[in-house]
């Protein structure tokens, strides 16, 4: 089992940066990849971004791509989301996922095992 707690997520303007964590404990060794979901008010959870544990793999959703970066501290534990250029179109729920036994980079919401509780952004324009 792998539990994952997010923080970092608060309001800012448009404009503006935030960067979120999430903190992984437990048989963290079993993960493979990890990824960043979103939901906003009345829609569904959205990937974000995932990134390749240990080494450099990443992939970006279009909508995020050159303005939002997924990094890891892999001695940490931890991974992060660094935003910059906030829109108030990434007002949502921030989560972070795990997955293990996968051999490809995983993107959609039931190709990960382990989510965390998640962290709320606010973006005012």
């Known amino acids: 089992q792998v539990q994952l707690v997010e923080s970092g997520g608060g309001s800012v303007q448009a404009g503006g940066s935030l960067r979120l964590s999430c903190a992984a404990s437990?048989?963290?060794?079993?993960?493979?990849?990890m990824g960043w979901f979103r939901r906003a008010a009345g829609k569904e959870r959205e990937w974000v971004a995932s990134?390749?544990?240990?080494?450099?793999?990443?992939s970006y959703a279009s909508s995020v791509e050159g303005r939002l970066t997924i990094s890891q501290d892999n001695a940490k534990n931890t991974l992060y989301l660094h935003m910059n250029s906030l829109k108030h179109a990434d007002t949502a729920i921030y989560y972070c996922?795990?997955?293990?036994?996968?051999?490809?980079?995983?993107?959609?919401?039931?190709?990960?095992?382990?989510w965390g509780e998640g962290t709320a952004v606010t973006v005012s324009s």
């Open positions: 990134i390749r544990i240990g080494g450099m793999a990443t």
């Open positions: 437990g048989d963290t060794a079993s993960r493979d990849s």
């Open positions: 996922a795990a997955a293990e036994g996968r051999w490809f980079l995983p993107t959609a919401v039931a190709e990960f095992d382990y």
